[in-house]
């Protein structure tokens, strides 16, 4: 059974889980009683404008934090697309520890994405994957959580090319967090591991 | 939305969570009267699914105990599909754990990213996904079983 018909199943599962007519009507009717004059600092105007100058705190920054990236080697070119995936925090497309399972699931990624040696998943479960591109082609993104620590790396499985010669640097830091990278036959993987 | 789609909607939730309906029902009850009391009305549906987690949390931690399912008067969808293992599906949902019930929840009917149940529940998105790819796996292997009996 595919991740879509088991969404569906769910999903018609709990469709047919309704309220009552006369439980909603009750609650209804019964809530206007309750209510209480809204304190100004609990109103939303108010909590919207202190919420709206977080975000824009945040955003800038998150620019800054973003637009510090060294340009250079391909190894860092890597590096830099791997987080640049990871952070967006996209939800795997097929959900499966079994990484042929997802590959069946994910269809024509045109290349394999389950490793010949699995030493550098030790710690590791898979939890899904979900399709993505490195220079306009296609990749796949393996979403990891750590077994002992419940964080989140990722792996990133794409088809070799031939910049990837010029990779000088397997293992990359940026800050914290390490990614490292190899080639396996005409695959090139690249293992994001979040800092502590 | 409106108040009754809002009531739905956290009913569900609600259900989602205890898979009981009459609990269900007081929770959203609940939930709803709280937050009439504290801001008039009820705003947005996230504000009603935080405030119907919290109070099933502050029951957990006061009972110790996780109330799970009663299996009575249940109402379901007219989908041959689902009519035909609906039994299955209740009771497979019944033996997943709460968070497993509450995450897959979020992400197959209310459509959240993991990030965004993350955010909800106070539980970071690794957790989330771990938790929804086993529950997705616990009622894959359920349904599978069945489907086995069946045939």
Aim: charged letters at 30%; a negative charge.
């Amino acid at each position: 059974m595919d991740d879509d018909t088991l969404d569906r199943v769910v999903w018609e599962y709990y469709e047919g889980i309704v309220l009552p007519e006369d439980a909603m009507a009750r609650i209804l009717e019964a809530a206007p009683a309750r209510s209480v004059v809204v304190p100004f600092h609990r109103r939303s105007a108010f909590r919207w404008s202190i919420g709206a100058a977080a975000a824009l705190a945040l955003m800038v920054t998150a620019a800054g934090v973003a637009g510090f990236r060294p340009a250079g080697a391909e190894s860092t070119r890597l590096a830099h697309q791997v987080l640049d995936v990871y952070d967006h925090h996209l939800d795997p497309d097929v959900y499966s520890s079994d990484l042929q399972s997802i590959e069946w699931g994910l269809n024509h990624t045109d290349f394999s994405i389950v490793p010949s040696d699995f030493s550098h998943l030790k710690g590791y479960a898979v939890v899904g994957a979900r399709k993505c591109q490195y220079s306009g082609k296609k990749a796949v993104q393996v979403i990891l959580v750590g077994k002992d620590s419940g964080r989140e790396g990722c792996l990133y499985v794409l088809p070799y090319d031939k910049a990837f010669d010029r990779i000088r640097e397997p293992d990359v830091y940026v800050g914290n967090d390490h990614i490292s990278m190899w080639r396996d036959g005409d695959r090139m993987f690249a293992l994001y591991e979040p800092g502590k | 939305m409106n108040d009754r789609e809002l009531l739905q909607a956290g009913f569900k939730y609600a259900y989602a969570l205890c898979h009981n309906y009459h609990e269900a029902e007081d929770l959203v009850q609940q939930a709803w009267f709280r937050l009439h009391r504290k801001y008039g009305k009820v705003e947005t549906k996230a504000l009603l699914f935080k405030t119907i987690r919290n109070l099933i949390m502050d029951r957990i931690r006061r009972d110790k105990v996780v109330s799970f399912e009663s299996v009575e008067d249940r109402e379901f969808a007219s989908s041959a599909e689902v009519r035909a293992s609906k039994d299955d599906v209740e009771a497979i949902l019944s033996g997943l754990r709460r968070e497993e019930r509450e995450s897959l929840y979020l992400n197959v009917v209310e459509g959240y990213t993991a990030q965004e149940i993350a955010d909800q529940t106070g539980s970071p998105r690794g957790s989330i996904l771990s938790l929804i790819h086993r529950a997705k796996k616990k009622l894959r292997e359920g349904l599978d079983n069945s489907f086995d009996r069946a045939n």
